[in-house]
């Protein structure tokens, strides 16, 4: 049977793309995923002076547009995305949020542009671009390549070491790993949502949890929406803002098809032939156009939702909508989003731990399953490049222009794969 065919049930899943979860338990699904994204969707808008409601109301609304426009088909969560942030800073001190708006307008055109070049000129040129010996140490980058983020998170404290931190972090990835072993059925499928319950009651314990923002914080409050030709009039075209935002929509590209891929693996689907290449590009471009229309961040999608879906094999696509339509509506619901906002640095790094990790090993698994044979040097050779080149993140940079060190391993891989010879003169 045809994998991408909807009557196709992955034997893996515990929850298959289009199965639909018990509401009991549905909901519980759902907020593992909010979970597991809400500190990075809500780091983002801070960082760049924007509100977290409406990143969070945008990551939400973009979700399910991009589930929408790829039929349903996709199980892929969408937020706010961390390479636009240089750039928004800057705009954001000269022009304000009219700048940022229409450089994240400006992505979302390049990603409709590319989707309808894609439409056009179709796909099939993947398989040969991206064989498993390219796509297996892509994969590993992707979730190694943010290693550092996770440890920084469970160790450092305001830039400085923090022994408790780092205690916390080891008794929180210690219970999530022992949740996801030894619990059987709905408890284990939860895992990653009873470590985070967990490792935070063990922070208040600690006393690093400060409640003083959610009670100051009302119960409900409206974000501060930006929405152009209503709350400003762009009385001048901010070409800087779409000259710097317009190229690194190449650099989530890139990490768009490293995400592609995971799934692909996960699920036992093609996603690139159905729905296609051109619908999930048009799903993400779409979604950062949303959000620079009312006032939130570029989006792209998440790994760490695809880490959660590693861990517990749930890949249903109702799940996603769940924590898409808790993410928008918690958007509103200041003291929720201000308590979420309050699970501490060593919880996430000790959840990072895992779902990253989980990423990477299913590099591993593309590498095994295909047999993929490292005496031959035309394979070593790629799979050494992408993986130090990714890693060590050797970005490259012009101007304000910077292409991360995921995206130039991908396109170094790409080419070695197509230029070198399949087996060396010296074989």
Not at 376 to 402: D, E, P, R, T
Request: include cysteine.
């Amino acid at each position: 049977m045809d994998a991408n065919d909807k009557s196709y049930r992955n034997p893996e899943a515990v929850i298959d793309l289009y199965e639909r979860p018990p509401l009991g338990s549905w909901w519980l699904l759902s907020l593992q995923h909010l979970f597991s994204m809400f500190g990075a969707t809500v780091l983002v808008p801070l960082l760049i002076g924007l509100d977290p409601g409406i990143a969070l109301f945008s990551s939400g609304i973009g979700t399910i547009l991009h589930i929408l426009i790829t039929k349903g088909r996709i199980p892929a969560y969408m937020s706010s995305s961390f390479s636009f942030i240089v750039p928004s800073v800057a705009l954001m001190k000269t022009a304000g949020y009219a700048g940022v708006a229409q450089g994240t307008i400006a992505v979302g055109l390049v990603y409709l542009i590319v989707a309808s070049i894609v439409a056009i000129a179709g796909s099939d040129w993947i398989d040969k671009a991206l064989p498993p010996i390219v796509v297996g140490p892509i994969i590993i980058v992707i979730g190694l390549s943010v290693a550092g983020s996770a440890a920084d998170n469970a160790m450092m404290n305001n830039g400085h070491y923090d022994l408790k931190f780092f205690i916390i972090s080891m008794i929180t990835l210690f219970l999530t790993v022992l949740f996801n072993m030894y619990f059987k059925g709905f408890w284990s499928n939860i895992a990653i949502l009873l470590g985070i319950v967990c490792g935070y009651a063990i922070s208040v314990a600690f006393g690093i949890v400060d409640f003083s923002k959610v009670a100051s914080t009302p119960w409900l409050q409206l974000p501060q929406f930006e929405f152009p030709f209503i709350s400003y009039t762009p009385k001048k075209i901010y070409w800087d803002a779409i000259l710097s935002f317009a190229p690194i929509a190449f650099v989530t590209m890139a990490e768009h098809l490293g995400h592609i891929m995971v799934l692909d693996e996960l699920t036992h689907r093609n996603f690139f032939k159905n729905p296609g290449l051109h619908r999930t590009l048009a799903g993400d471009g779409t979604a950062s156009i949303f959000a620079g229309l009312v006032g939130g961040p570029p989006i792209t999608s998440y790994g760490e939702n695809i880490g959660v879906m590693a861990v517990n094999k749930i890949f249903s696509v109702y799940v996603i909508v769940g924590a898409a339509v808790f993410a928008a509506l918690f958007g509103f619901v200041g003291k929720l989003s201000a308590l979420i906002q309050t699970i501490p640095g060593p919880v996430i790094g000790g959840i990072s731990f895992v779902l990253f990790g989980v990423i990477a090993s299913s590099g591993l698994r593309i590498l095994v399953d295909n047999k993929v044979d490292f005496n031959k040097k035309h394979n070593l050779m790629i799979a050494s490049v992408i993986l130090v080149i990714g890693i060590g993140n050797a970005y490259l940079k012009i101007g304000s222009f910077q292409f991360t060190g995921i995206g130039v391993a991908t396109i170094v891989g790409i080419v070695l794969n197509l230029i070198l010879p399949k087996k060396a003169l010296s074989e």
